[in-house]
């Protein structure tokens, strides 16, 4: 399984981005997706989630408002649109497939609960 994000970049603060992550070689619609970020010398944080179908969404309270995660399975690719970007939003984001049966109680906050991850996109957030 193989995952591959795009769209990040320089924005001003205020700005808005869509992230894409695009997953080959596994049955996408089978999978949990999720965004997480890390910012240098810092760990792993989630951002959102979204359950097989799309039926249920999960965001950190850091982003919810601003931030909307949908799919659509039949390009096998999850998105994340990014609103009202803030300098604090500056990491790198990374997306991933969950298995977790369990996704809807876990809601997907853990990296342990994910099997494939792509190797991230950078998005810096200018004041």
């Known amino acids: 399984v193989q995952l591959v994000e795009s769209g990040g970049g320089l924005v001003q603060a205020g700005g808005s981005l869509r992230l894409s992550c695009v997953v080959s070689?596994?049955?996408?619609?089978?999978?949990?997706m999720g965004w997480f970020r890390q910012a240098p010398g810092k760990e792993r944080d989630f951002v959102a989630s979204?359950?097989?179908?799309?039926?249920?969404?999960f965001y950190a309270d850091s982003v919810k408002g601003r931030f909307t995660v949908s799919r659509d399975d039949a390009k096998n690719t999850v998105y994340l649109q990014m609103n009202s970007l803030k300098p604090e939003d500056t990491a790198v984001y990374f997306c991933a497939t969950s298995i977790n049966s369990n996704f809807v109680a876990t809601r997907g906050l853990r990296p342990l609960e994910y099997d494939h991850w792509g190797q991230g996109t950078q998005v810096t957030v200018s004041s």
């Open positions: 070689g596994g049955a996408f619609r089978r999978y949990a």
């Open positions: 979204i359950t097989w179908g799309g039926s249920n969404t």
